[in-house]
C-alpha cells in the first residue's frame, strides 16, 4: 500500500541547484554497480529531464542475461533502482531505495537498449514516490517495464554508519 500516494503529498518543484535539463550527470559513485565504470556493472547513462523527471539508457549485454538471450529481470530492476534513485538529483538529499515493484511487460533482447524514463510523483516529508518506464530501444518504442518505487531521504552518515569500510 505505500506505493500508493496518499491523499496530501505533492508533487514537488526541482530544487534551484539542479543542472539544468539535457544534462548528462556523471556516475555518483565511481564503483556504483548502476552507473558506474566496474566491469559486469549497468553502466547507465543519465540525463536530467525538466519537471523533475531523469531520462537514463541500459546497453543490455550477453553478461546480464536471465535466460538464453533475455535480460535478466533482476538486472532490469536494477536498472530502475538506478534510474529512479538518479531523481535524487531534483531534491538534492540523499536518499535509499524502500520499496521498488516492477511490472516486466516485454522480454528484454541481449543487445537492446532499454529507454527509461522516471518521474518524481509525490514527496511528504522524508518519501519520495516516483515511477519509471522502460522502452525498448528508442524513446518511442514499445513498453517493456514499468516501475514503482518508494525512496527515503537519508543523512550522509546512513553511509559511513552502515557501508563496510574500503
Ligand atoms: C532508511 C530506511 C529506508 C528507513 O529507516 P529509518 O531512517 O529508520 O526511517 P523510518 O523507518 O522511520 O522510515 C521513515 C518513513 O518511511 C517509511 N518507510 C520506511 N521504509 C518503508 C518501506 N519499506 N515501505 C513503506 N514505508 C517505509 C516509514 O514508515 C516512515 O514513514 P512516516 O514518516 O512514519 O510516515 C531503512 O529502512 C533502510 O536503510 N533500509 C535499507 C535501504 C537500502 O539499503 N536500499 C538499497 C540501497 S539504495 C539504492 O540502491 C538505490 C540508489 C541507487 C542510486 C542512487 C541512490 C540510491
Redesign the pocket.
Known sequence: M?LSVPDGAVRPASHPDTPAPGTELPP?FRG?F??GELEGGLRLRQTVGDDVTMTSTFAVQRHHQGAPGIAHGGVIAAAF??AL??L?VHHRE??????LQTRFRRPVPVGSVLHLRTRIDARE???VWCSGVGRLDSPDGPVAVEATA???T?PME?FTT?GAPH
Not at 94 to 99: D, G, I, Q, R
Open positions: 505505500s555518483h556504483c548502476g552507473c533502482d538506478e534513485g538518479a535524487a540523499p536518499s535509499v531505495t524502500a520499496e516529508g522524508r518519501k518508494l525512496f527515503v537519508v546512513h552502515h
